[in-house]
């Protein structure tokens, strides 16, 4: 059974930054691209950045585009989202996925292309 745990949520001001972390169970997690998406109050989830198996094709969003980053340590059966310069309206639920198919980004900014999920952690911009 593949679990994917979210942390690193909190209240921010506007200009800061917060380091978002996933933990993800199973022995392949190496073998999965993996992926960030946040949902706002009173909408539809959304897609904000994605990374390869191997870490060398990185995918955001251009909502957060030089202002988030995303990386992985396949060591740790870590995924990582670094976001910089927030802004109040990044505030939102972020949630951690795990692509459908093994060694495949196909997609991979698209809701439909994962199946594991995590049950979130909240961050808060104010202004």
């Known amino acids: 059974q593949v679990q994917t745990v979210e942390s690193g949520g909190g209240n921010v001001q506007a200009g800061g930054s917060l380091r978002l972390s996933c933990l993800a169970s199973?022995?392949?997690?190496?073998?999965?691209?993996m992926g960030w998406f946040r949902q706002a109050p009173g909408k539809e989830r959304e897609f904000v950045a994605a990374?390869?198996?191997?870490?060398?094709?990185?995918y955001h969003a251009d909502a957060v585009k030089d202002r988030f980053t995303i990386s992985r340590d396949n060591a740790k059966n870590m995924v990582y989202l670094q976001m910089n310069s927030l802004k109040p309206e990044d505030t939102a639920i972020y949630y951690c996925g795990r692509h459908r198919s093994y060694y495949s980004d196909y997609d991979a900014t698209k809701i439909s292309a994962y199946d594991y999920w995590g049950q979130g952690t909240q961050v808060t911009v104010s202004s």
């Open positions: 199973g022995r392949a997690f190496s073998s999965y691209s």
């Open positions: 990374i390869s198996w191997n870490g060398e094709s990185t």
